[in-house]
């Protein structure tokens, strides 16, 4: 199996874990503002998507989504607490 960019993201390391306290900041001052989480999350993934797309192409993009039911179901995005 092709490895692709997405392989390799890593909560631990620096640069990605300040990438993640953002987006996790910036979700909960959207709720905050009163929008839901729901449609927040929505956003922020369609503008997540149309990022990858830019910098990776749609066909490396469609292979991280290919690779997501089986990361889901394994619980790799379940966390303790909810927004």
Do not use: N
């Not at 979700?27 to 839901?36: H, K, Q, T, V």
Request: aromatic share 8%; glycine share 6%.
């Amino acid at each position: 199996m092709t490895q692709t960019p997405f392989d390799s993201f890593d909560e631990t390391h620096g640069e990605h874990q300040a990438a993640l306290a953002y987006v996790t900041e910036a979700f909960a001052e959207a709720i905050l503002a009163g929008i839901e989480s729901d449609s927040f999350a929505q956003a922020a993934l369609m503008a997540s998507l149309r990022e990858l797309v830019a910098t990776y192409g749609e066909e490396a993009v469609v292979k991280l989504a290919e690779a997501l039911p089986g990361k889901i179901r394994a619980g790799e995005f379940t966390c303790a607490s909810r927004h």
